[in-house]
């Protein structure tokens, strides 16, 4: 049986809670009333933009717009954005500096700032390099796709086509077959009639002499 107190278990279990709690990262999430008589299907615009004002989630939202909130470190934004770079501006060459992409995609140096380690872009300016980025995927999607398609379409092509050969040698040898056969039918014909007319001279010239 275990001898420990209530009270020490108590302790111990609290001070794993609050272990695990400080362990992990913790979100808050604003909760926002549509209306104030909990009814479905009812939007108070008005009550709404007052508590997204009072929990400063405007301000928050004015502020990150303002700012730099979008960043990368050079080799993640490298990494992320030199194939969209060379897709959309044609140049085959893969860029090791961001410099290159940025004055390309946010042509207004005011969107973005280069710090020591990392590429600042502003919301909007992000918003677009992440647009060009969904576009370079479809884009490699469809190409993808017409690659396999083509792949496909040839290989039935190759069946198909070797299917049809076979078919072709069949009916050529089944033709040759055919034409032999009816040249031999000919040949036994004409030699019946050649032996037919033999005998019946044989027989007129033998009734001619008796």
Same mark, same amino acid.
């Given at each position: ?13 609290l001070?794993?809670?609050?272990k ?10 604003r ?7 909990r ?7 008005a ?9 400063g +989630?405007?301000? =928050?939202?004015?502020? *990150? %717009?303002? #700012? ?28 090791t500096d961001?410099l290159?992409?940025l ?6 140096p ?11 872009v ?25 690659? +396999?398609k083509? =792949?496909?379409?040839? *290989? %039935?092509? #190759? ?14 040898m ?6 032999r ?12 009639f ?17």
């Amino acid at each position: 049986a275990d001898k420990r107190s209530l009270g020490f278990q108590f302790k111990q279990q609290l001070t794993e809670l609050v272990k695990l709690i400080e362990s992990g990262k913790a979100h808050y999430v604003r909760c926002v009333k549509p209306n104030n008589l909990r009814k479905g299907h009812s939007f108070d615009a008005a009550n709404v933009v007052r508590q997204l004002r009072c929990s400063g +989630v405007t301000e =928050t939202v004015r502020a *990150r %717009r303002a #700012g730099w909130p979008v960043n990368y470190p050079f080799q993640e934004f490298v990494q992320r954005y030199a194939e969209v770079y060379a897709h959309w501006s044609g140049d085959r060459r893969r860029p090791t500096d961001p410099l290159p992409i940025l004055r390309y995609f946010l042509v207004d140096p005011e969107n973005w700032r280069i710090g020591s380690s990392k590429v600042f872009v502003k919301d909007k300016s992000g918003q677009l390099l992440e647009e060009r980025y969904k576009v370079f995927r479809i884009s490699c999607k469809l190409i993808l796709q017409a690659h +396999v398609k083509m =792949t496909l379409q040839r *290989r %039935r092509y #190759g069946q198909w086509s070797g299917s049809a050969v076979k078919v072709q040698k069949t009916w050529r040898m089944f033709s040759a077959v055919r034409v032999r056969l009816l040249k031999l039918e000919a040949a036994r014909v004409m030699e019946a009639f050649a032996r037919r007319g033999v005998m019946r001279e044989r027989l007129r010239q033998s009734r001619a002499a008796a």
